[in-house]
């Protein structure tokens, strides 16, 4: 097993470690790893062999010799158990279990990225004031041109964190997806909590999960160990796709939102879903016109920034 598929390994059973994600987030899992599967055919497997325990964390563990490696992959699976909320006990005694097996129980570094994971996660919805959301045709020119600025704007923001190498930059993507979702919502009137939120992101076919895993194959494809390692190697393409990804299901995700809460939550899961799948397209496209600014913005970011994006 190389330390890629070693990596994503440890990703898959960081997903499984809390027991509760239902068949829809299972699907997500499984189609994720059957597309990363189109580079890299190993990776297709994977799913399949750690449900059928033909790959034990053990396994995964010990195919990771380089330090480097195995912090990063420490890394990822804090990232994934924190993809669908704050830990529970079972993904807490799972990541107990994992440090021990790659030997990180006594680094440092590793509860200071802990305590970061942690404040990207434990924030609330916060706003000034609430306001009766007008109707979609009651919307002024002027509002809707700033909604529609500030989804475009998350969706450059989503795509320039793709591009960093840093663990974190992968965790605040999806905080900021809800957080959009949330804002959009209520431009709309409509006050929203997470459990809504996360709802709303499984009907459109967005697993939380399974986003953070597949922007963590990306990477890996992208040659992100190779990088780590101090070799010159990358798959550009990956990363481009990667880039891409997150930005479509921003912009779409935003632009779906604010169709939905204009309407006054009427439309139905299958309308929900077949919008969103009908807007990725688009976007995707789109995407290449935003590309220098998503290069110009990832050149800005650091952990205080994001942090005070995510949490104000």
Same mark, same amino acid.
């Given at each position: 097993?190389?330390?890629?598929?070693?990596?994503?390994?440890?990703?898959?059973?960081?997903?499984?470690?809390?027991?509760?994600?239902?068949?829809?987030?299972?699907?997500?899992?499984?189609?994720?790893?059957?597309?990363?599967?189109?580079?890299?055919?190993?990776?297709?497997?994977?799913?399949?062999?750690?449900?059928?325990?033909?790959?034990?964390?053990?396994?995964?563990?010990?195919?990771?010799?380089?330090?480097?490696?195995?912090?990063?992959?420490?890394?990822?699976?804090?990232?994934?158990?924190?993809?669908?909320?704050?830990?529970?006990?079972?993904?807490?005694?799972?990541?107990?279990?994992?440090?021990?097996?790659?030997?990180?129980?006594?680094?440092?570094?590793?509860?200071?990225?802990?305590?970061?994971?942690?404040?990207?996660?434990?924030?609330?919805?916060?706003?000034?004031?609430?306001?009766?959301?007008?109707?979609?045709?009651?919307?002024?020119?002027?509002?809707?041109?700033?909604?529609?600025?500030?989804?475009?704007?998350?969706?450059?923001?989503?795509?320039?964190?793709?591009?960093?190498?840093?663990?974190?930059?992968?965790?605040?993507?999806?905080?900021?997806?809800?957080?959009?979702?949330?804002? /959009?919502? &209520? +431009? @709309?009137?409509?006050?929203?909590?997470? =459990? #809504? $939120?996360?709802?709303?992101?499984?009907?459109? !076919?967005?697993?939380?999960?399974?986003?953070?895993?597949?922007?963590?194959?990306?990477?890996?494809?992208?040659?992100?160990?190779?990088?780590?390692?101090?070799?010159?190697?990358?798959?550009?393409?990956?990363?481009?796709?990667? /880039?891409? &990804? +997150? @930005?479509?299901?921003?912009?779409?995700? =935003? #632009? $779906?939102?604010?169709?939905?809460?204009?309407? !006054?939550?009427?439309?139905?899961?299958?309308?929900?879903?077949?919008?969103?799948?009908?807007?990725?397209?688009?976007?995707?496209?789109?995407?290449?016109?935003?590309?220098?600014?998503?290069?110009?913005?990832?050149?800005?970011?650091?952990?205080?920034?994001?942090?005070?994006?995510?949490?104000?």
């Amino acid at each position: 097993m190389n330390p890629e598929n070693a990596t994503l390994s440890i990703a898959l059973f960081a997903a499984f470690a809390d027991g509760h994600h239902d068949d829809r987030e299972r699907e997500h899992l499984r189609e994720i790893t059957r597309t990363l599967g189109i580079d890299s055919p190993e990776l297709s497997r994977h799913y399949q062999d750690i449900l059928l325990r033909q790959i034990t964390l053990e396994n995964a563990c010990n195919a990771l010799g380089d330090s480097a490696h195995r912090q990063l992959a420490y890394e990822m699976a804090v990232g994934v158990c924190h993809a669908d909320d704050r830990l529970c006990d079972a993904e807490q005694r799972f990541l107990v279990d994992l440090r021990q097996r790659l030997s990180l129980a006594d680094d440092p570094s590793i509860r200071e990225m802990e305590q970061q994971a942690q404040r990207l996660t434990d924030w609330t919805f916060t706003h000034e004031t609430s306001h009766p959301g007008p109707s979609h045709t009651g919307f002024l020119a002027q509002e809707e041109a700033e909604l529609n600025r500030a989804i475009l704007n998350y969706a450059i923001l989503n795509g320039a964190l793709e591009i960093l190498p840093q663990s974190w930059s992968s965790m605040a993507i999806i905080p900021l997806q809800l957080k959009m979702v949330y804002e /959009v919502g &209520l +431009s @709309f009137g409509h006050e929203l909590d997470r =459990g #809504h $939120i996360k709802e709303f992101l499984a009907t459109l !076919g967005i697993g939380l999960t399974s986003q953070y895993v597949e922007q963590i194959g990306r990477k890996l494809l992208g040659g992100l160990l190779g990088k780590l390692a101090g070799k010159g190697v990358g798959g550009v393409g990956s990363l481009a796709t990667g /880039v891409t &990804l +997150s @930005f479509a299901t921003t912009y779409a995700l =935003g #632009h $779906i939102a604010k169709d939905y809460y204009a309407a !006054g939550r009427q439309m139905s899961s299958d309308e929900l879903r077949q919008s969103f799948q009908n807007m990725l397209e688009p976007a995707k496209a789109l995407q290449s016109r935003y590309l220098g600014k998503i290069q110009q913005r990832s050149e800005t970011l650091d952990m205080s920034q994001i942090l005070s994006m995510v949490r104000n």
